[in-house]
């Protein structure tokens, strides 16, 4: 069993809806929880970044982390196409800086 | 401008040749990482450089080599050894706090025929 569970999609929605994106985990040592957003053949991009439990709101985006449930979450609100792209969870534990990627969510917003 | 910077962008490669994957950052950042990606997989590390002359293991290194004489540069050779060398491949870097954000450079394609 991997450490990080994604689901590898494609999750495919109308423009203007939420993206709901989540990632499971098994290790509860992780304490820092990161989404990244990658555009094909691109490098990824930090979008959100979270330490512990509880949630946190930029703009269009809120992350959730449940650590009693070890479960992360990712919300995208009035969804753009260009929002279309590869989402991936990624944690860490409290030292040392080695990320565990979950494997991505492909997300699809249609015009 | 700031940032992470990897060449070459594609690389092709013979079996059996050694190529090395050059990654520079002007971030200032303490550490340094490559990570490689197979289609429609997530990222899995290879090496990692907390400080100069100084690196460890990754979860996939067999195959692979680095170097890190230097604060900015943290090149990757993947060897003839490694059976499975195609991929993109990811070089990032952070500073050492814990918690602290990684940053990714735009990546390597390598394909090997």
């Known amino acids: 069993q991997k450490e990080v569970e994604q689901d590898p999609g494609p999750l495919s929605v109308p423009e203007g809806a939420i993206v709901s994106l989540n990632c499971t985990y098994s290790?509860?040592?992780?304490?820092?929880f990161m989404w990244y957003r990658q555009y094909s053949r691109k490098g990824p991009e930090l979008l959100m970044y979270t330490y512990s439990s509880g949630n946190k709101e930029d703009g269009r985006f809120t992350a959730q982390v449940d650590k009693s449930s070890k479960y992360i979450s990712l919300f995208i609100r009035d969804s753009q196409p260009s929002d279309s792209a590869t989402y991936l969870c990624?944690?860490?534990?409290?030292?040392?800086?080695?990320?565990?990627f979950g494997g991505g969510t492909r997300v699809l917003v249609k015009p | 401008d700031g940032g992470i910077t990897q060449s070459p962008k594609y690389l092709f490669r013979k079996e059996g040749q050694n190529v090395t994957l050059s990654c520079e950052q002007n971030?200032?950042?303490?550490?340094m990482y490559w990570y490689r990606q197979d289609p429609g997989q997530g990222l899995r590390l290879i090496y990692y450089?907390?400080?100069?002359?100084?690196?460890q293991k990754g979860d996939i290194a067999e195959g692979y080599s680095v170097s890190r004489e230097k604060k900015e540069s943290f090149p990757l050779t993947v060897t003839s050894a490694q059976k499975n060398p195609t991929a993109f491949y990811l070089c990032?870097?952070?500073?050492?706090?814990?918690?602290?954000?990684?940053?990714f450079g735009e990546g390597s394609w390598l394909t090997v025929v």
């Open positions: 450089s907390q400080i100069v002359n100084d690196f």
């Open positions: 290790n509860s040592a992780f304490q820092y």
């Open positions: 971030l200032n950042h303490d550490a």
């Open positions: 990032a870097s952070s500073q050492t706090d814990p918690g602290n954000t990684i940053y």
């Open positions: 990624a944690m860490a534990k409290a030292a040392g800086n080695k990320l565990t």
